[in-house]
């Protein structure tokens, strides 16, 4: 079996990423320096999150979400289209806090 075409199968599967997103939706507080809002989360995984919300940021920032059940995260922007972004928290989820917020919603 070709080694390179089983590197290249696994990222078409999952985008290029390390992990597997998870559908996720919910509303969050976020919260950066003194500003707050609340955005939509719309899937997750252990090390980040796709947030959807007329939430000015941009790339490389640091901010925190509070997602249901647990303490404020904090995160940084890893990439903004226009009405979304993605971001990637400083410390990984656990796979048992993932599994419990994914049957939560």
């Known amino acids: 079996m070709d080694m390179h075409h089983v590197t290249h199968s696994k990222f078409s599967v999952n985008e290029g990423r390390r992990v597997v997103r998870r559908t996720f939706h919910a509303e969050i507080q976020f919260r950066k320096g003194v500003k707050r809002a609340l955005v939509k989360v719309l ?4 090390l980040g999150a796709r947030i959807a919300g007329v939430f000015l940021v941009h790339a490389e920032e640091h901010f925190y979400i509070t997602l249901p059940g647990l303490a404020p995260i904090e995160a940084r922007v890893a990439w903004v289209s226009e009405f979304e ?16 917020l994914i049957s939560r919603c």
């Not at 899937?43 to 252990?46: G, N, R």
């Not at 972004?85 to 419990?100: K, M, T, W």
Request: proline share 10%; charged share 15%.
């Open 43 to 46: 899937d997750i995984s252990q």
């Open 85 to 100: 972004f993605g971001c990637e928290f400083i410390q990984p989820l656990s796979p048992v806090i993932l599994e419990a």
